[in-house]
């Protein structure tokens, strides 16, 4: 009964991260990308540098970089972690629709040249962080 209640609760809680909006204007509209190395000029962060952005003002651009394991997707998002690691980091990224979403499990590295748009970076009151990202590179 236990396992159960755990399993509920764990979708319920992935279900309202899917469902969460990102801060930006972004709708399922499709938005300027970019070739990989040609992205506007901005600052690479990784995870762990985008999480100390929590509460700031992110006026950039700013782009995150890294290796990372989608844990949930939906038709226009996905959650991931980075290396597939839970823990106080997690990244919402969007996806317009010309670039299909990542399923889950899938790994991702990005280098500098084809960074995610950071759009925005909160912490919740379990003091875990979650970076709003924008897929801006083109596949």
């Known amino acids: 009964m236990k396992i159960l209640a755990a399993l509920v609760l764990g ?7 899917l469902a969460e909006q ?3 204007t972004a ?14 000029p901005g600052k690479p962060l990784t995870d762990e540098a985008a ?3 929590a509460g700031a003002d992110v006026t950039g651009p700013f782009y995150l970089f890294g290796s990372f394991v989608v844990t949930a997707s939906a038709s226009d998002r996905a959650v991931m972690r ?4 839970t823990g106080p980091i997690r990244i919402v990224a969007i996806y ?3 670039v299909p979403v990542p399923p889950m499990d899938a790994k991702l590295d990005r280098d500098e ?10 912490r919740g009151g379990d003091g875990k ?3 709003y990202v924008r897929e801006i590179t083109r596949p």
């Open 113 to 122: 040249s084809h960074g995610f748009l950071i759009t925005d970076v909160r």
């Open 96 to 98: 317009p629709p010309s």
């Open 27 to 40: 709708t399922r509209a499709d938005w300027t990308l970019y070739a990989a190395g040609h992205l506007p």
């Open 129 to 131: 962080v979650t970076i």
């Open 22 to 24: 990102p801060p930006s």
């Open 82 to 85: 980075t290396n597939g690691k």
């Open 51 to 53: 999480a100390k952005l």
């Open 11 to 17: 979708v319920i809680f992935v279900a309202n991260i």
